[in-house]
Structure formats: structure tokens, C-alpha cells
């Protein structure tokens, strides 16, 4: 086997993310600690990317996920940077799946980023970070059914990320708020996201787009400037929760139960089911606490994960 800069093997882990951090759709991701997807790569003689193995929570064989190269994140995103930036040795990939599917945590976006970030060690001449973004991207799009970076941004480059589409592959990290963490409740629940981005409206009012607008712009400066009255004020989404919220039984009374508990605001993360808030950091176990007691009225079985907004992105194991 060819061997580059004397390594043959690697192994990077991928954070899940926070997409659309409730006032930013498609546009706005946030890293989430704790919780993320392994992926090794490692070099064979026989050209092209082939997946090995793709184990569950568990660590077993998992059910659902393909091992095709055509028909999963990581390879997709791997064979995009390989062909690109490759030669002619071949790239094996094994994925250990942490977060759960359909969980709105950036499940498909943190496979491509990991596989990503692990791959680019093994080129002959490795990429910056930044320039891995649109390999990682063409994974996420296959899962997806559309172009967005909102979890592979955050998830490859951690803390706050604003990656509009029209200024791809352009992405600018943005200053974060002293002392906020966000705080993610999971229900035993699965959205499939492309189904759900393919159900929400597509026309809106004037009036509701620049009240989007307006909340999108208070809310990047709040957190710019630690001015959490105006993060208070600002974080209310009024064009994708109110039609995705229906579909998570849950949503208004863990809503109702973390303003309570002294929450900036709570929204929806990605597509659902997951539910996120952001809070003073010194609140954010209360808040995990009566996230997590008022889903479970609803005889949900849930997750919680507490985590600064500054959370590291995408690394290499043993660096």
C-alpha cells in the first residue's frame, strides 16, 4: 500500500449540529459538544471510496443505513474530494454513528463532515478546513435533497456559522455570546427531513419575510454584543416553527416549560424532532431538567445534552 506522509489510516469525529438556530433558515448552525459520528478512512490500492462497515449506537451492524458508495454521506462526500484532490489508491471508510437518524441534530451532515476531515489527512497535498466544505456538502445534499450548510458548516468548523447559500462556499464563523449554551431535548420521535422540507409553504407574506428578517438581524447582533435582552427579543422564528412545530406532540408545553425556566427562547432544531433553547449558562441544567419533564408527559422517552456555543467542531482522533 502507498502510504502518505507515513499514514495510512485516520480517524476524525464530527460534531452534531443545531440548524437553523430558530431565526436562520438554511442560513444559520450552531456545533453542538458532546454527542457526534466517527468515520475512518483509510487507504487501499484498488481506486475509488468504499464503505466497510456503518455501526449504530450500539456499536452493531447498522439496519438502515446503505453501505453503497453512491447511496451514503460520508462516501458521497469522500468521493467528491477524492476525485478532485485524490490519486490513484483508494479510500476504505468504517462509520460509528453517535447521534440518532432523523433526529434533527445533523445526523447525514456530521458522517460527510467526519468522513471529510478523516480523508483529507490521506491526500498527498491536504486541504485547509475551510475548503472541505463543499465535499462535505454534496453528502448532505444527497440526504437532504437540496443545497444547504447550516449542519455541515457548524459541524466542520464548530461554534456559531452564518453560511447563506447565495455566498457559498463562503462562511463566516460569528462572535458568540459570553456565557450562553444552548441546551437540546431529543424525543424518542424521527423526522425525515427531506419530507419535511418538501411539506413547508412556498410563499410567504411580506410582512411575516421582513419580521424574519428583523429577528435574524437582532439576534446576530445580540450575540454579537452580549446584549441578551435584545437575543430575548429576537429569537422567535414566525415562518418554519409554526409548521413544523405540529408534528412534534411535544413542542408548545417543553416550549412553555424552558421559557419558564428562564430560557432566552426555544425552537425547533433542524427539521424536529429535536427541540433545543439557549440560556445563561448557569441555568442551563434547570433548563435541561424542565425540558425533559414536560416531554416526558407526553410518555416520550428523551435525550438531553447541554453545550457552550462555542463547541469545537470536526478534529482528528489523536492529534
Known amino acids: 500500500m502507498t502510504k502518505i506522509n507515513d499514514i495510512s489510516m485516520v480517524t476524525a469525529f464530527a460534531p452534531a449540529s443545531i440548524g437553523n438556530v430558530g431565526v436562520g433558515f438554511d442560513i444559520l448552525g450552531l456545533a453542538l459538544a458532546g454527542v457526534g459520528d466517527r468515520v475512518t478512512a483509510r487507504l487501499t490500492n484498488t481506486a475509488g471510496v468504499r464503505v466497510s462497515d456503518v455501526y449504530d449506537l450500539d456499536g452493531k451492524n447498522h439496519p438502515y443505513l446503505s453501505k453503497e458508495t453512491d447511496h451514503n454521506t460520508a462516501s458521497i462526500a469522500v468521493k467528491a474530494l477524492w476525485e478532485a484532490h485524490g490519486n490513484s489508491t483508494g479510500v476504505e471508510l468504517s462509520i460509528r454513528k453517535g447521534i440518532p437518524l432523523q433526529s434533527g441534530m445533523g445526523s447525514s451532515a456530521a458522517s460527510a463532515v467526519a468522513a471529510t476531515v478523516a480523508a483529507n489527512v490521506l491526500l498527498p ?51 458568540t455570546p459570553t456565557d450562553v449554551s444552548s441546551v437540546l431535548v431529543h424525543p424518542e420521535l424521527q423526522i425525515d427531513t427531506a419530507r419535511a422540507r418538501r411539506s413547508l409553504a412556498k410563499r410567504y407574506t411580506m410582512k411575516k419575510w421582513l419580521s424574519q428578517q428583523g429577528y435574524l438581524a437582532g439576534f446576530i447582533t445580540g450575540c454579537a454584543t452580549d446584549d441578551y435582552e435584545l437575543i430575548r427579543s429576537s429569537f422567535h422564528d414566525v415562518i418554519i416553527e409554526p409548521q413544523r412545530s405540529v408534528a412534534i406532540e411535544c413542542f408548545d408545553i417543553v416550549k412553555e416549560a424552558a421559557i419558564k425556566a428562564d430560557a432566552f427562547g426555544v425552537s425547533i432544531s433542524g427539521s424536529g424532532p429535536s427541540i433545543f433553547a439557549l440560556c445563561m449558562s448557569v441555568n442551563a441544567s434547570n433548563v435541561a431538567i424542565a425540558m425533559e419533564q414536560a416531554c416526558r408527559t407526553f410518555g416520550l422517552e428523551c435525550q438531553s445534552w447541554i453545550s457552550a456555543m462555542t463547541a469545537p467542531g470536526a478534529y482528528v482522533e489523536g492529534d
Open 125 to 175: 497535498k491536504p486541504l485547509a478546513r475551510e475548503q472541505l466544505l463543499p465535499f462535505a456538502l454534496e453528502g448532505e445534499k444527497y440526504a437532504s435533497g437540496e443545497l444547504h450548510a447550516d449542519n455541515v458548516a457548524p459541524s466542520l468548523m464548530g461554534g456559531l456559522v452564518l453560511c447563506p447559500i447565495v455566498l457559498l462556499p463562503k462562511m463566516m464563523q460569528l462572535r
